[in-house]
């Protein structure tokens, strides 16, 4: 892609880091010693630390929620350092989920949001989506997920919630037995869950609403190609992607006994019957 091809004039040097700041910048530290030419990150956390370990290499985000209030940029259309990559606007997506539950379980009053950790970019979503709870009548409960996604949803229902809102991505390949448990037990419990993915919906998950995490990489494997060529990551604007897609599966309302309003399947992107 872009004219590069792995082992030919491009050398890919792999490195898994934690979820920890400190370990990514670490790993950063030793991409650099090995004259890395560009270090690509995803999620805020990781790049905070790489961008810790250098202000020279050029750093190309992906999975980012706002550059511009975690400080890894200046500004969206001139972001100044060494670092660009693409947002996923992870926060405006996060209240958009709420209101779409309000539309679809208008009374559910108590929604739990699960998640395998409450990490700060999920901590400053619900920061920013607390207003809007306010004004749709809904009480947010927070429930995390560290002994599974079965006695995650068995303690939302105790705490009283309604309805759920999963914010931890489960999409990925080696996390889809998660997403079957998680949808099997939501619809054993008979408890409505928004999802981040929308490959939880093909999997019988309700419905999401969502940017596609893989989209996302591969606009930010334009940026890299764009930053390997020559261009300065101070000048490229972040990426703010814009493709939203709603997924609904129609078969899994219905086991709910839940009445999908109009207006929500005439936004469904995709309908699964």
Not at 53 to 82: C, E, H, L
Not at 125 to 136: C, D, H, V
Not at 197 to 226: F, K
Request: charged residues 20%.
């Amino acid at each position: 892609m872009h004219g590069f091809v792995d082992g030919r004039n491009l050398i890919i040097e792999p490195k898994f880091s934690s979820s920890s700041r400190d370990h990514a910048q670490r790993s950063a530290g030793e991409l650099i010693a090995n004259k890395a030419a560009a270090i690509f990150v995803v999620t805020t956390t990781l790049t905070l630390g790489v961008q810790a370990a250098t202000q020279t290499v050029p750093i190309v985000f992906a999975w980012v929620d706002d550059p511009v209030a975690s400080g890894i940029v200046k500004d969206y259309d001139r972001p100044g350092g060494n670092a660009t990559g693409v947002t996923n606007r992870y926060s405006e997506l996060l209240v958009k989920r709420l209101e779409l539950l309000r539309e679809l379980v208008p009374t559910a009053k108590r929604v739990a949001v699960v998640a395998w950790t409450f990490h700060p970019t999920l901590e400053n979503a619900l920061r920013l989506a607390q207003p809007t709870a306010e004004r749709l009548g809904i009480e947010i409960v927070r429930q995390a997920a560290p002994y599974g996604w079965a006695s995650a949803v068995q303690l939302a229902i105790e705490s009283g919630a309604q309805a759920m809102l999963v914010e931890n991505a489960l999409s990925l390949h080696w996390v889809q037995d998660h997403t079957r448990l998680l949808v099997h037990e939501a619809l054993t419990r008979r408890i409505p869950v928004v999802h981040m993915d929308h490959e939880a919906v093909d999997l019988g998950g309700l419905i999401s609403y969502a940017t596609s995490p893989a989209e996302n990489l591969r606009r930010a494997a334009d940026v890299l190609a764009r930053v390997l060529n020559g261009d300065s990551p101070a000048t490229l604007p972040v990426d703010q992607t814009s493709n939203f897609e709603m997924a609904l599966n129609l078969k899994t309302a219905r086991a709910l006994g839940l009445n999908v309003p109009p207006a929500i399947l005439a936004r469904a992107n995709r309908v699964v019957e």
